[in-house]
């Protein structure tokens, strides 16, 4: 895009811009002739400071600049005969000095002149006056005595000032006096009274009248009121003090404010209301003020004429008056003339419609002469407002005013008609680039002048020429305008204006953006207080526009707190309080719109305690409580619990006592007597419980009989002759008075005997000594105190103790299921001989021996309880082929009876278990040996063993399978006829008569075949292992970029590569196919990188590629690669060479040295002063001859090297040192010692100074070190 592009934003803010521009006149170049305009003057009314300059504004423009004059009163006023008047320099605004004069002397009506050579503007008629801010009247107040009730006026009256004044009442310490419906001040500032009161007697009813262009303020007397109630008025009706009568008549100006005013008297003080006769009150443009008693309304239009009707009205009746309104109207436009631009054999019209009540009368002037007065013009034509202008020809510019005026006031207007002849210009700059939000009109502007008016065309892409018709519209002043803007529509247009004296062109570019939305608002939180609150606002916008995030607290600023964090797209607050609360807005600007969200914050709490806790309906075993909530903090009470608190029996322990829900706040509370009752109360919101309210009062209750007994009576003996009563011990709450004890009964079940009873205090559990043995007891438990017993108890059944059972199960029979369950049966013992409470019958056995065997070898003794009154039950988890030997006992509470007689059982057969194990040994090519175990446990008597196996291939697919058996007494076995490099798979098991036993499995390979055998490494004695496996795996380097891989692989896979990869290479591994042959392999890996480190493994795949078994990687490391240069370092030719020429310049150097002592001029100075060449020459390899210098140069080193301070010389550009071709400090040796530098041919500046070098010293240098 054209870096001269100009942007503009096309936005809906510009649109304003954009419709302005089509309604203006049309503007003409200042660098073209024009007549003049007026461009800035003061108002028509001026009213002046009289300490101040007076300041009169005329700007205006034109081509040439316009001179000014001015008149006064009718009468040219001439400037420069005034010396305290100033016409500012290229103006024609006036600045009249009065200081030392009055400026009364300056008031008039001023009125301005504009001219060039094409015509005279005028300005409005500028009527100058002075502000005024007149003293008050002496005058003598007297007292103002009024009876009560009757109504009062007290008159201001200001004196007249320039503009009117601010009236307003106050008293002597300057506040404002109060008004309100009884006392308020008229439009007029007088202070209206509908009734007085005593109150109403003072000193000090002042006005004040403050005078706005002189800021200053008049007091009026102070008036006294002195209110009587010696004869006060009684009630009455109202009627109204202002207007007086039943109807009046007011009139406004269009345009201007309408304040009509009702002030009534009358006891009670009466309330006033307005309605309009005719038509509804303009309620957008209507207020009341003064207490209802004025109706203003603003911008007054023709429909606000009428009938106004106020009403005054008290209890005693009503009062009306009907306000008749006219509306005037001061001229006004319709439709002010506008600048003509015509081009010579045009026609143009000039148009001055006005409206006005009284209609307003038009008079035209031609630069500022009555029209009728100016000369005859044949191409002019005045019909009342409006003057048509035909065939104009050059030279006829002029300034047309339009003068339209009623009583109520005067419009002029300057129009002025410009003759010329112009080519097209496009006045909108160059390339502007304008932005605007897809869906949004968009104005693309083409500002040009000509004469005659330019014709606009549009076109799109130097392609397309755009019409009037949708989505384009093209405006008169040649705005193209795109309705609904896509991003279709963005672009390079182009726009011509044309005319017939030339054509002119303008491109600007169109660009439609993505609007900008929010995705994810943020949502309304309810947040509890001191935690964190997150707002979200994801937004999407145009990713060429620049987005600024911006966040609101109710439409103002975040606060400034560093709680709040604001990220890219989220608010965080963290420790929320109260003060967060609000609503928070997200706002997304871009530069050409914006987008926002808000959502409320809510921040929670727990309630404020509740408060004012009062007991009333005080009752013997109630009382009701109120309360007065507490603040719920924006989480509504869900309930309130009420707490109480035993100061007589548990001081400062609270216990709850009733919840009620949380619209309520009382609760009926049913009490206890004897008892020191406060009571508190809780509120609970979501959030959770209140801090407890304050404690209410002490209520007392009176003692009274238990109303409750004991709880959890029990009746259960611990010996086998006592009986032990228990019970829960009442509270001192239940107590209900002093003096609690408990009295116990007792007696034995379905036995005809009496009650037994006892009194204890202060227990819980009362013992009955010399009981039967467990046998049922009738208990219960009464509670008493000093003011009588409790309820009849309840009856409770219990037993005296156990003894350990008498006797033992008879009739033990045992019934084998199978090999490993039995049942076992008894007869039960009878219950006076279990003497107790009956658990059931324990059952213990144990395995004595197998059958296999003939010693026991009695195992841990297993016990089962079979619980009840049962006769039966089952043994499970019994081993086959075993004796076994069991017993049973009855159990009780108090422990076990004596075991029955031991009774002996055994077991049948069963499956064996699994082989202990199963080992293969000697793996051969075509044989292997197979080595077991017995089963651990036989189960009864072995009949044998079963073999079965099959070949497994390298896809784990099984092959056919074989089988064998073998006699219980076996233990190994040799297969022959085996597949060479095969896996067989292997399953065992053992036999008895009940059938075969669980099965072990085994995997073997045979080995190769004899090639494998040959090889020397094998040890065909070794035995290999079943899996695939690498041993022995070693790398050697051959040469500069071959490496060598040996190893040993033992497996059945044939699919084994080589992979190598350069170390730290992300590059995929590089794979070399090699023989899977059993035994010792080599590989050669060649076209390697010299001087490079490789990663190396071998791996075995399948058919699917996949890797079955990898080695551990080898680092190799290649050599880099040798120099085939020869080292001319170690050459004897090559160093006798160098020592005969360090030789001869020593000798050279010494005879220079001796002669330039001497004085002499050596033959190189010719040779420098022919070639100017102030560098040092070099050496010469065809003669060995060196520069020479002269001898006007004693004492200084040689031109072209510098000797440093320590004795030594730096080598320059120009020396020839064995560094230079490969040979210094630079080289480089092999491994093994072998020189591989070579010649660079390089010419570099040695940086290095003095002896520390490594390089090989230079012969210039060496020569300078003898000198």
């Known amino acids: 895009m054209d870096r001269k592009r100009k942007w503009v934003l096309s936005s809906g803010a510009l649109l304003v811009i954009f419709l302005g521009r089509m309604t203006t006149a049309l503007e003409v170049p200042l660098d073209l002739p024009q007549p003049p305009t007026i461009t800035h003057q003061s108002p028509k009314d001026f009213i002046i400071d009289p300490r101040e300059n007076i300041l009169i504004y005329c700007e205006a423009k034109g081509k040439p600049h316009p001179s000014f004059s001015w008149t006064r009163n009718g009468t040219h006023f001439d400037v420069e005969k005034d010396s305290k008047v100033l016409m500012k320099p290229s103006s024609g605004t006036l600045v009249i000095d009065i200081s030392g004069e009055k400026a009364e002397a300056y008031e008039g009506i001023y009125q301005c002149t504009a001219r060039n050579e094409h015509g005279t503007a005028v300005s409005n008629n500028i009527f100058i006056r002075q502000s005024r801010s007149p003293l008050w009247s002496k005058e003598r107040k007297e007292a103002i005595m009024v009876q009560v009730g009757v109504s009062l006026v007290l008159q201001c009256r200001p004196p007249a000032g320039l503009p009117p004044p601010i009236i307003f009442w106050m008293d002597n310490n300057f506040q404002r006096l109060p008004q309100n419906t009884r006392v308020s001040q008229a439009l007029n500032g007088d202070l209206y009274f509908s009734n007085v009161l005593l109150d109403d007697t003072r000193n000090d009813y002042i006005c004040y009248a403050r005078f706005p262009h002189t800021q200053t303020i008049q007091q009026k007397q102070p008036i006294t009121v002195k209110v009587l109630d010696n004869s006060p008025s009684g009630e009455r009706r109202p009627s109204f003090m202002a207007p007086l009568g039943r109807s009046s008549t007011q009139m406004a100006?269009?345009?201007?404010?309408?304040?009509?005013?009702?002030?009534?008297?009358?006891?009670?003080?009466?309330?006033v209301s307005w309605y309009k006769e005719s038509g509804d009150l303009?309620?957008?443009?209507?207020?009341?003020?003064?207490?209802?008693?004025?109706?203003?309304?603003?911008?007054?239009?023709?429909?606000?004429?009428?009938?106004?009707?106020?009403?005054?009205?008290?209890?005693?009746?009503?009062?009306?008056?009907?306000?008749?309104?006219?509306?005037?109207?001061?001229?006004?436009?319709?439709?002010?003339?506008?600048?003509?631009?015509?081009?010579?054999?045009?026609?143009?019209?000039?148009?001055?419609?006005?409206?006005?009540?009284?209609?307003?009368?038009?008079?035209?002037?031609?630069?500022?002469?009555?029209?009728?007065?100016?000369?005859?013009?044949?191409?002019?034509?005045?019909?009342?407002?409006?003057?048509?202008?035909?065939?104009?020809?050059?030279?006829?510019?002029?300034?047309?005013?339009?003068?339209?005026?009623?009583?109520?006031?005067?419009?002029?207007?300057?129009?002025?008609?410009?003759?010329?002849?112009?080519?097209?210009?496009?006045?909108?700059?160059p390339n502007n680039v304008y932005q605007v939000i897809t869906n949004n009109p968009a104005f693309l502007d083409c500002a040009s002048f000509g004469s005659p008016i330019p014709t606009i065309t549009w076109f799109k892409d130097s392609q397309t020429s755009i019409l009037n018709r949708d989505p384009y519209v093209i405006h008169n002043n040649g705005t193209l305008e795109i309705n609904v803007a896509q991003s279709l529509n963005s672009g390079k247009y182009t726009c011509i204006a044309s005319n017939n004296l030339g054509t002119r062109e303008n491109h600007v570019y169109l660009e439609v953006k993505e609007p900008t939305r929010i995705l994810a608002q943020p949502e309304y939180m309810v947040v509890q207080r001191n935690r964190k609150a997150v707002f979200e606002?994801?937004?999407?916008?145009?990713?060429?526009?620049?987005?600024?995030?911006?966040?609101?607290?109710?439409?103002?600023?975040?606060?400034?707190?560093?709680?709040?964090?604001?990220?890219?797209?989220?608010?965080?607050?963290n420790e929320v309080t109260e003060e967060d609360e609000g609503t928070y807005t997200c706002v997304m600007n871009t530069t050409l719109d914006q987008d926002s969200a808000s959502a409320m914050l809510t921040v929670v709490e727990e309630p404020d305690p509740p408060t004012d806790l009062e007991l009333t309906d005080q009752r013997e075993r109630s009382v009701q409580l109120t309360w007065i909530p507490?603040?719920?903090?924006?989480?509504?009470?869900?309930?309130?619990?009420?707490?109480?608190?035993?100061?007589?029996?548990?001081?400062?322990?609270?216990?709850?006592?009733?919840?009620?829900?949380?619209?309520?706040?009382?609760?009926?509370?049913?009490?206890?007597?004897?008892?020191?009752?406060?009571?508190?109360?809780?509120?609970?919101?979501?959030?959770?419980?209140?801090?407890?309210?304050?404690?209410?009062?002490?209520?007392?209750?009176?003692?009274?009989?238990?109303?409750?007994?004991?709880?959890?009576?029990?009746?259960?003996?611990?010996?086998?002759?006592?009986?032990?009563?228990?019970?829960?011990?009442?509270?001192?709450?239940?107590?209900?008075?002093?003096?609690?004890?408990?009295?116990?009964?007792?007696?034995?079940?379905?036995?005809?005997?009496?009650?037994?009873?006892?009194?204890?205090?202060?227990?819980?559990?009362?013992?009955?000594?010399?009981?039967?043995?467990f046998v049922p007891y009738e208990v219960?438990?009464?509670?008493?105190?000093?003011?009588?017993?409790?309820?009849?108890?309840?009856?409770?059944?219990?037993y005296s103790g156990e003894d350990v059972p008498m006797s033992a199960p008879e009739s033990v029979q045992v019934l084998v299921q199978n090999g490993t369950l039995a049942e076992v049966h008894w007869e039960p013992v009878l219950t006076s001989m279990v003497r107790g409470r009956l658990q059931g019958y324990k059952v213990s056995y144990w395995r004595e021996r197998s059958l296999h065997q003939a010693e026991a070898q009695q195992e841990?003794?297993?016990?089962?309880?079979?619980?009840?009154?049962?006769?039966?039950?089952?043994?499970?988890?019994?081993?086959?082929?075993?004796?076994?030997?069991?017993?049973?006992?009855?159990?009780?509470?108090?422990?076990?009876?004596?075991?029955?007689?031991?009774?002996?059982?055994e077991t049948p057969e069963g499956v064996p278990g699994p082989p202990s194990f199963l080992r293969i040994k000697n793996t051969d090519m075509d044989s292997l040996t197979l080595e077991w175990g017995p089963p651990q446990d036989n189960n009864g008597r072995l009949t044998g063993y079963t073999l079965k196996y099959q070949p497994v291939n390298s896809s784990n697919e099984l092959g056919p399978v074989e089988e064998m058996m073998f006699p219980a007494n076996e233990t190994t076995v040799i297969l022959a006829d085996l597949k060479y490099s095969t896996r067989y798979k292997f399953y065992f098991n053992a036999k008895t008569i009940k059938g075969s036993g669980p099965t072990i499995t085994e995997e073997a390979v045979t080995i190769m075949d004899e090639a494998f055998i040959q090889q020397p490494i094998v040890d065909v004695f070794k035995v290999r292992p079943i899996g695939p496996a690498f041993t022995n795996v070693n790398s050697s380097v051959v040469g500069e970029e071959g490496a060598v891989i040996s190893w040993e692989y033992f497996g059945p896979d044939k699919n084994v590569y080589v992979e190598y990869i350069v170390e730290n290479s992300k590059e995929d591994w590089t794979k070399e196919f090699v023989n899977g042959s059993s035994g010792s392999q080599t590989h050669l890996i060649k076209g390697l990188k010299p001087g490079t480190s490789y990663r190396v493994r071998l791996v075995v795949k399948d058919h699917s590629e996949a890797t079955i078994h990898s080695t551990e990687e080898l680092v190799i490391t290649l050599p880099a690669m040798k120099s085939d240069q020869v080292d001319l370092a170690t050459q004897g030719w090559f160093i006798g060479l160098m020592c005969a020429i360090a030789l001869l310049i020593l000798v050279l150097l010494i005879i220079c040295f001796i002669k330039r002592n001497k004085g002499g001029k050596y033959p190189v100075k010719e040779k420098e002063d022919a070639h100017q060449d102030p560098e040092i020459q070099p050496m010469k390899d065809d003669d060995g001859t060196f520069g020479e210098y002269s001898d006007t140069e004693d004492h200084k080193p040689l031109k072209g090297s510098r000797t440093p301070s320590n004795g030594t010389v730096k080598r320059d550009d120009s020396d020839d040192s064995l560094v230079d071709y490969g040979e210094g400090g630079d080289g480089q040796f092999n491994e093994d010692g072998s020189f591989i530098g070579q010649y660079s041919g390089k010419k570099e500046k040695d940086t290095h100074e003095g002896n520390e070098s490594s390089e090989a010293p230079s012969p210039v240098n060496a020569m300078n070190s003898f000198v």
Request: glycine share 8%; aromatic share 8%.
């Open 253 to 271: 100006l269009r345009g201007g404010v309408l304040e009509l005013e009702c002030i009534a008297e009358g006891l009670p003080t009466p309330e």
């Open 780 to 798: 219960k438990v009464q509670a008493v105190n000093d003011y009588g017993n409790g309820p009849a108890p309840e009856a409770v059944v219990g």
């Open 537 to 573: 606002c994801k937004v999407k916008h145009d990713p060429t526009l620049i987005p600024t995030m911006n966040w609101l607290k109710d439409n103002g600023e975040l606060p400034d707190d560093e709680r709040f964090l604001v990220d890219t797209d989220s608010l965080t607050i």
């Open 860 to 905: 841990e003794q297993q016990v089962l309880l079979f619980s009840g009154n049962r006769t039966d039950g089952r043994l499970p988890g019994l081993k086959p082929y075993s004796l076994y030997t069991l017993n049973i006992r009855v159990v009780n509470g108090k422990g076990e009876g004596p075991p029955s007689p031991n009774h002996n059982f």
């Open 630 to 773: 507490g603040d719920e903090h924006n989480s509504p009470t869900q309930k309130f619990l009420v707490q109480y608190e035993d100061l007589l029996h548990q001081a400062g322990v609270w216990h709850n006592l009733t919840e009620e829900e949380g619209t309520k706040t009382t609760a009926h509370l049913d009490l206890s007597p004897y008892a020191y009752y406060s009571f508190r109360v809780l509120a609970v919101n979501h959030v959770g419980f209140s801090q407890p309210s304050q404690p209410s009062r002490q209520y007392r209750t009176n003692p009274a009989a238990p109303d409750v007994n004991p709880t959890d009576v029990h009746g259960v003996g611990t010996e086998h002759n006592n009986l032990v009563i228990s019970w829960k011990e009442l509270t001192g709450l239940q107590s209900n008075g002093p003096g609690l004890q408990y009295k116990v009964n007792w007696r034995q079940k379905d036995v005809e005997e009496d009650w037994l009873s006892e009194t204890v205090a202060n227990a819980s559990k009362y013992v009955v000594s010399g009981t039967p043995t």
């Open 282 to 429: 303009p309620s957008s443009r209507m207020s009341f003020h003064n207490f209802q008693k004025t109706l203003k309304i603003a911008d007054v239009m023709e429909a606000d004429a009428g009938d106004y009707r106020c009403t005054a009205k008290n209890s005693l009746g009503s009062a009306h008056h009907t306000i008749k309104v006219n509306v005037k109207a001061a001229p006004f436009w319709i439709s002010a003339p506008r600048n003509l631009i015509l081009a010579p054999k045009e026609t143009g019209i000039l148009t001055c419609r006005v409206s006005g009540d009284p209609k307003p009368q038009i008079a035209w002037s031609v630069n500022g002469v009555p029209i009728e007065n100016s000369p005859k013009d044949t191409s002019r034509k005045v019909e009342d407002d409006t003057v048509i202008l035909s065939d104009v020809q050059t030279g006829s510019s002029a300034v047309y005013q339009c003068n339209a005026s009623n009583e109520f006031g005067y419009l002029l207007a300057n129009a002025f008609v410009n003759v010329l002849a112009e080519a097209p210009r496009v006045l909108t700059p």
